[in-house]
C-alpha cells in the first residue's frame, strides 16, 4: 500500500486579510496562479462565483507529458476569512485533501496551504512520487509564490518557506 503524505507551504502577503480571502475564494483565480506548462483549465459551468461547502468544481489539467486529466473536486469546508478544504472526488490522487489557511499578521496575511495525498498503484505510487509528483507540487506552490508576489507584493525581508512532512 502506498503512503500517504503531507507537504506545506506558508506564504505572508502584503494585503488585508478581506483582500486575501476574496481572491482565494473564486475559483476564477486558480489557473492565474498555476504555471502554464500545467494546462490548468477550469470546467465547470456552474460552480459559483466563490466557495461554499458542498460546491463541485471540474477541470482538465496536464502535468506530466501533456495528457490532459480530469479533475473534479468539492469544497468540503468554509470558515470565511480563515478557511476553506478541496477534497477530490475523481482524479489523479488515491487522496487529495487540501486545505487553505488565512490569518492576519502585522502587516498582511499569513497563508497556509495544507495538502495531504495519496497516489494510487501501491508502491510505484511512492516510487512516482519521489520521482516527480512531489516535485511537481513543489513545482505549483512555488510558482504560485512569485505569482501572488506579484499580483499583491511582497512582504519584504520576510522570506515565505516551503516545508515538507512526508
Known amino acids: 500500500m502506498s503512503k500517504v503524505y503531507s507537504i506545506k507551504f506558508v506564504q505572508q502577503i502584503p494585503v488585508t486579510l478581506e483582500r486575501a480571502w476574496d481572491y482565494f475564494s473564486s475559483p476564477d483565480n486558480l489557473a492565474e496562479i498555476t504555471p502554464p506548462s500545467f494546462g490548468f483549465v477550469v470546467r465547470s459551468k456552474h460552480h459559483g462565483k466563490k466557495m461554499y461547502p458542498g460546491q463541485i468544481i471540474e477541470y482538465t489539467v496536464k502535468p506530466l507529458f501533456g495528457i490532459p486529466l480530469y479533475w ?7 470558515e470565511p476569512l480563515k478557511y476553506f478544504v478541496d477534497e477530490q472526488r475523481f482524479g489523479p490522487y488515491s487522496l487529495w485533501h487540501h486545505q487553505h489557511h488565512f490569518k492576519e499578521i502585522e502587516g498582511g496575511v499569513e497563508m497556509t496551504d495544507i495538502v495531504h495525498y495519496k497516489i494510487p498503484y501501491w508502491f510505484m505510487g511512492d ?3 519521489t520521482l516527480t509528483v512531489n516535485k511537481k507540487l513543489k513545482e505549483v ?3 504560485r509564490k512569485k505569482k501572488i508576489e506579484g499580483l499583491m507584493g511582497s512582504f519584504g525581508a520576510v522570506e515565505a518557506g516551503a516545508m515538507e512532512h512526508g
Do not use: D, R
Open 72 to 78: 473534479m473536486t468539492e469544497i468540503t469546508h468554509v
Open 127 to 129: 516510487i512516482a512520487n
Open 141 to 143: 506552490f512555488n510558482y
